[in-house]
């Protein structure tokens, strides 16, 4: 009897599956993360969502696979998790993340005044600005957290996946 071989799509929705669930309850629970560490467990699941499905694909196959065709199939799962969090994180920051409050607005432009160019009624406009095009920044950092972990995940699943030849 023949293993069908899972779709790379399916491995990248249960993936995303994981970090949204993993990214409302953080939001939800109020737990306050640090700048430094908030993407790291999108980056470790990321990596290792990647690698096992590098892994399963593999093994699917019964190890007639070559490099880069298990590299190919990683790679397609993390352009479908990148795709799908870039959505995820947009939808996210129009309409389920509370806007920024004014106090933000106004330590964003005491950080820009500070910079020493601006003036200040420019660095309050400039904060505001930013305020409301700030899903272009989390669209953009999101595309990245799952790109750079999901080639580098598709790379060492590759190259961990046992071959017949």
């Known amino acids: 009897m023949e293993t069908a071989i899972t779709n790379h799509k399916r491995k990248g929705f249960i993936i995303v599956a994981i970090l949204i669930i993993l990214d409302l309850l953080l939001k939800k629970s109020g737990i306050q993360v640090s700048d430094g560490q908030q993407y790291l467990p999108r980056l470790i699941i990321s990596f290792l969502g990647v690698v096992v499905s590098c892994l399963v694909f593999a093994k699917q196959s019964a190890g007639t696979m070559k490099f880069a065709e298990v590299f190919a199939h990683g790679f397609k799962t993390t352009a479908v998790i990148a795709f799908l969090m870039a959505l995820y994180t947009f939808i996210a920051v129009k309409f389920i993340y509370a806007a920024p409050t004014l106090a933000e ?54 190259a961990l996946a046992k071959k017949n030849q």
């Open 105 to 158: 607005i106004e330590a964003g432009a005491k950080s820009i005044g500070q910079q020493g160019n601006v003036m200040p009624e420019e660095a309050k406009q400039m904060a505001i600005e930013g305020a409301k095009n700030r899903w272009v920044i989390y669209v953009s950092l999101s595309i990245f957290s799952s790109l750079i972990p999901g080639i580098l995940g598709a790379v060492t699943g590759a």
